[in-house]
């Protein structure tokens, strides 16, 4: 029972990639979902989150070092949650994961997002 991240891939400063994340196992429909991502030497930290659409009001609210460039979308039909990554800069370099929010599920392998020239 986790989520799974994928979609990740190397980019060229300035480009976009989009990440999916899969539920297995459970709904997604009544939680928040977290985008997270730890890069090498550092904490995972929060960059982005989507309340529910089921008793919330489904808003997302992004880390100020991603806000205006990534998007966070849900698809409670398919328990899939997406992140839409656009001008991407090379400390956008990271592992990066979704979870529910607060974490509550394992964190699965990630996917690996490499920005560089």
């Known amino acids: 029972v986790q989520l799974q991240a994928s979609g990740g891939g190397s980019v060229q400063p300035g480009g976009s990639l989009r990440l999916s994340c899969v539920a297995s196992?459970?709904?997604?429909?009544?939680?928040?979902i977290g985008w997270f991502r730890q890069s090498t030497g550092e904490e995972r930290e929060q960059i982005a989150c989507?309340?529910?659409?089921?008793?919330?009001?489904?808003?997302?609210t992004y880390a100020g070092s991603v806000r205006g460039r990534f998007t966070i979308s849900r698809d409670d039909a398919g328990s899939s949650a997406y992140l839409q990554m656009n001008n991407l800069k090379p400390d956008d370099t990271a592992t990066y994961y979704c979870?529910?929010?607060?974490?509550?599920?394992?964190w699965g392998q990630g996917t690996q997002v490499t920005v560089s020239s």
């Open positions: 979870n529910t929010d607060p974490p509550s599920r394992g």
């Open positions: 196992g459970f709904s997604l429909n009544r939680y928040t």
């Open positions: 989507i309340a529910s659409n089921t008793g919330s009001d489904g808003s997302a």
